[in-house]
């Protein structure tokens, strides 16, 4: 009877053994190669770019996991982490916070981990490998060379906003804005209606990252539309008739465009708005057909997630990534690829979205 029940015994020591090394094979097999980390499902952009990075892998013997940090650096470090202990050996991470986003990227780098900065630039850390980005400075130089193309006449009054300036990308959107509008301030086709800060610096073209910081912390947006909509509203209530009739207004983009052009429309004293934009949003795009909002920076997606999954299979297969350039993060240099961006209004919108495949011709209305 003993040895009957030692047998037994045994038996169930053997079955419980094969069922861990089932489980630990199973945990093997959920190793994830790529790992991205996306800063909010929020915005349209983002939740775009989750579809195009899964549309980009369906041919790769790479495996992948796309986690979203809802706009907290704190969860956005839980998602390195859970994405670490996966055993990823390239992260693609867009940070909530480029400051913030430091310590998540140096836990990566401690792993031995190839981190590459998607469309945002993680700063003051050296454990950035690569960064994915389209020009930002590009970018801004566009909006305002557009609002400089439509301003008609001198005293334009000119309605600047910016994007959160805890997003190096702001900062860079915001210089690039200015370096083209800056002379035309200091010639009188425009005059600023909305900023002490920018009025005190108008005499620079150049500005440093504190100047700049001081223009942004008054018109930051924070890349929200209803603080967008709230400081837009703020402006114009304080604003005498001759801060209105025919303005130009820097919105940073589509998200608070919209919002900012909703709030300059319902004033009746303002006659005409001319108003930037970037990301080709969909809704944006509708607001462009019908007047409502002027133009939009089209960046393209679709070349930014395949410059971004390019670079982490050519680490993964041990090749070094073509780069294009490099940005200083304050720490280093970070070896870029860089992606050229597109001036969409009324007259191209047909041909360059919907044309290109971007975006089908029955998701909007009035199109001609």
Not at 9 to 29: E, K, N, P, Q
Not at 232 to 254: C, E, F, S, Y
Request: proline content about 2%.
């Amino acid at each position: 009877m003993i040895k009957k029940f030692k047998g037994l015994t045994f038996l169930i020591m053997l079955m419980m053994f094969a069922l861990v090394a089932v489980g630990c094979s199973d945990s093997g097999g959920s190793k994830v190669d790529v790992g991205i980390v996306l800063p909010t499902k929020d915005e349209p952009r983002w939740v775009q770019d989750e579809q195009r990075f899964k549309d980009a892998l369906k041919s790769s013997k790479y495996s992948t996991e796309i986690l979203f940090s809802q706009g907290s650096s704190a969860k956005e470090k839980e998602n390195v982490e859970a994405l670490l202990n996966k055993g990823i050996k390239v992260l693609i991470i867009t940070p909530h916070d480029g400051a913030a986003a430091a310590s998540a990227v140096e836990a990566a780098k401690k792993e031995g981990v190839t981190v590459i900065a998607y469309d945002r630039l993680i700063t003051d850390t050296d454990a950035v490998d690569y960064y994915v980005t389209f020009d930002s400075l590009a970018v801004g130089a566009a909006q305002a060379q557009y609002l400089v193309d439509n301003a008609k006449g001198s005293g334009v009054p000119l309605y600047l906003y910016a994007g959160a300036a805890s997003d190096n990308n702001a900062f860079l959107f915001f210089e690039g804005a200015w370096k083209v509008l800056q002379s035309k301030i200091v010639d009188g086709t425009f005059k600023i209606a909305n900023s002490s800060e920018a009025e005190k610096l108008k005499g620079s073209a150049d500005l440093s990252r504190d100047q700049l910081g001081k223009i942004i912390g008054q018109v930051t947006t924070n890349w929200d539309a209803n603080e967008a909509k709230n400081k837009a509203q703020t402006h114009l209530t304080a604003a005498g008739n001759d801060l209105k009739g025919d303005v130009a207004i820097l919105a940073p983009n589509d998200g608070t465009a919209r919002s900012i052009a909703d709030v300059f429309a319902s004033d009746s004293a303002i006659k005409t708005y001319f108003v930037t934009g970037q990301d080709a949003e969909k809704a944006s795009i509708q607001y462009i057909i019908d007047g409502k909002q002027s133009m939009t920076v089209f960046k393209d997606v679709r070349t930014l997630v395949k410059d971004a999954m390019g670079m982490a299979v050519s680490i993964l297969d041990g090749k070094t990534p073509e780069t294009t350039g490099s940005y200083d993060n304050g720490s280093i240099e970070v070896k870029a690829k860089q992606t050229n961006v597109i001036v969409v209004d009324k007259e191209n919108v047909k041909s360059e979205l919907i044309d290109s495949g971007y975006y089908e011709a029955s998701e909007f209305t009035g199109l001609k």
